[in-house]
């Protein structure tokens, strides 16, 4: 089995910061893509950034300019830096991975981590 763990979420006020973390573990033989998707309340789940195991990396419109998508590949972790956030960044933040655990390939999902941006 493999787990994504999510950390780094909380309540941040309109133009600051925060760092997401995504660990995976388990089951782990290789890891393409690490993705980070969020879903805010009355809306569907969307794409926010992704980065493939060789460091390309794709962005929401929304999010150019101010979320860097980073991973860790021996440890098997992708980063969100987000800066000067804006209160329509207020989701709940998921990570997503494409493993291969040695019998298969799939996606795996983290539990979700709260970013509330307000004054």
């Known amino acids: 089995q493999v787990q994504l763990v999510e950390s780094g979420g909380g309540l941040v006020q309109p133009g600051g910061s925060l760092r997401l973390s995504c660990a995976a573990s388990?089951?782990?033989?290789?890891?393409?893509?690490m993705n980070w998707y969020r879903q805010a309340p009355g809306k569907q789940r969307e794409l926010v950034a992704a980065?493939?195991?060789?460091?390309?990396?794709n962005y929401a419109d929304s999010v150019k300019g101010r979320f860097t998508i980073s991973r860790d590949n021996p440890k098997n972790t992708v980063y969100l830096q987000m800066n000067s956030l804006k209160p329509e960044d207020t989701a709940v933040y998921y990570c997503n991975a494409r493993v291969d655990t040695g019998w298969g390939t799939r996606n795996y999902w983290g539990q979700g981590t709260q970013v509330t941006v307000s004054s």
């Open positions: 388990g089951s782990i033989a290789s890891i393409s893509s």
């Open positions: 980065i493939t195991s060789g460091g390309s990396t």
